[in-house]
């Protein structure tokens, strides 16, 4: 914010100290206003909407400065006040400041300090300005992209659960953008400012969860040689997102609910009790409702995070919107990878939307991308998305292995396409799936890690 375009109010009784002060800040560059009593000051405050306010908080009339603070507050918050006064006591101060004043100056004023106090306020306004753009082109990325009523329906529900502080449990199959809608609630949500964490319970060691959420102290666990931070510290006053929850140990689960109620949890190795305002934003692909019947989850835990239920839709239930979401993802590939933006044509369009997309969002998001490399124009037509891999079960295999010219390369297209389908059908959890495929977990993140497989929830 230039100083010409920054407009000061000056309220004062007195003549000399509103001439004085106004004709010093007008050398500086600033737009200056005038009022003679908190009744005039409060109706300049109206009518011109000014970015910072110096007032006296003794004067006479029907409002003082410290009513006419209590005011202004309420009606114009993002005015800033600086209190002056020659007899002033550090009561008054102290009263000024909690309802809302900048600072407190004495008289006779200093212009060096007056000067650095508007400094202050207009840095600090800026910032705020900025931190704003950001966090509105921040909710532009992450937006629902959609119009069709179970994701309308998804978006109102947002709306209402974001401003709360309530946990909440998102449920839905792997792919359909349970972490998308976990951050929508955080950042439209008066914690937006504060860290948005995640973890993926499936991905992580059932004997190292409770240490990567809670933390651990220096010499827990053999090799452990300083106190590292949980997930939870790293959230601080924000959001912390729990993907598949399911997949955490009984223990582990009884830690988090003693957080959920008392708001405080110890690191592991240590007895010392950590106070922390983090809201919990949990998430499962697994029923756990059927998981909770069947005893792996504990019933005392579900309650606790289903205050809010939440079921995040299929994209087979909303495939009328393929189409926007398909032109979107082909943007963001256009723009990230430097290719013209493809056409596709209505016969191609058509196959898409009536394709099941057992992976969902997710799975259409690689899909366009995969699309975008496998084809050399800007017309995909149906047998583009064919070749690229879009067939039904039982419609034929995806990939012309005339193609591939190794037997190496048709192995390793092999080998990505079925773990990609493996991962999808058991939720993302690594474990789990190196369990039912028959590979060691440590030699299957190898494998994910070479052919590039993006195994987070978005």
């Known amino acids: ?7 000061i109010l000056i309220i004062d009784d007195e003549a ?3 001439d004085v002060l106004s004709a010093s800040l007008k050398d500086e560059g600033y737009q200056v206003f005038l009022a003679h009593d908190g009744e005039s000051g409060l109706q300049a405050i109206r009518d011109i909407q000014p970015d910072l306010v110096f007032q006296d908080i003794w004067m006479p009339g029907k409002y003082d400065g410290i009513e006419v603070l209590t005011l202004a ?14 007899h002033g006591t550090i009561e008054t101060a102290v009263k000024a400041t909690k309802l809302g004043a900048w600072d407190f100056i004495e008289k006779p004023l200093s212009m060096d300090k007056i000067l650095i106090v508007i400094s202050n306020i207009l840095s600090y306004q800026q910032q705020k300005e900025e931190k704003a753009l950001l966090l509105n082109k921040l909710r532009k990325s992450i937006a629902l992209i959609g119009e069709a009523p179970a994701i309308v329906a998804t978006k109102q529900i947002i709306a209402r659960v974001a401003p709360t502080n309530s946990w909440v449990l998102i449920q839905g199959e792997a792919g359909a953008g349970k972490k998308l809608v976990a951050e929508n609630i955080h950042y439209m949500s008066s914690r937006a400012s504060r860290p948005f964490v995640d973890i993926n319970c499936g991905g992580v060691p059932e004997d190292l969860l409770a240490s990567e959420i809670f933390g651990i102290e220096k010499g827990a666990m053999p090799g452990v040689e300083r106190t590292k931070k949980g997930k939870l510290d790293l959230a601080s006053g924000g959001t912390l997102f729990i993907a598949e929850i399911s997949a955490m140990n009984k223990e582990t689960q009884g830690k988090l609910l003693a957080f959920l109620d008392e708001k405080k949890y110890t690191r592991v190795g240590s007895n010392e009790q950590i106070e922390n305002d983090v809201r919990v934003i949990a998430a499962s692909s697994k029923d756990l409702d059927k998981e909770v019947k069947e005893g792996r989850f504990r019933e005392d835990l579900y309650y606790r995070l289903n205050v809010i239920p939440f079921r995040v839709p299929s994209l087979k239930e909303h495939t009328e919107d393929i189409p926007v979401l398909t032109s979107y993802f082909a943007d963001n590939v256009a723009r990230e990878s430097g290719y013209a933006k493809k056409a596709f044509s209505e016969q191609a369009m058509n196959h898409m939307i009536s394709y099941q997309w057992p992976g969902n969002v997710r799975e259409l998001k690689n899909f366009i991308e995969r699309v975008y490399i496998l084809t050399p124009g800007d017309f995909v037509d149906l047998h583009d998305v064919r070749f690229a891999g879009l067939v039904e079960q039982g419609e034929g295999k995806a990939m012309d292995m005339q193609d591939l010219s190794t037997f190496r390369e048709a192995r390793a297209q092999f080998e990505k396409e079925y773990l990609l389908r493996k991962i999808n059908e058991n939720g993302g959890n690594i474990s789990r799936t190196a369990e039912v495929i028959g590979l060691e977990r440590s030699y299957l993140h190898r494998k994910i890690k070479a052919y590039g497989i993006d195994t987070k929830d978005n």
């Open 73 to 86: 507050r309420k009606e114009f918050p993002h005015v800033e006040f600086v209190m002056i006064s020659g």
């Open 16 to 18: 000399p100290i509103r």
């Open 1 to 7: 914010m230039s100083t010409l375009s920054t407009k």
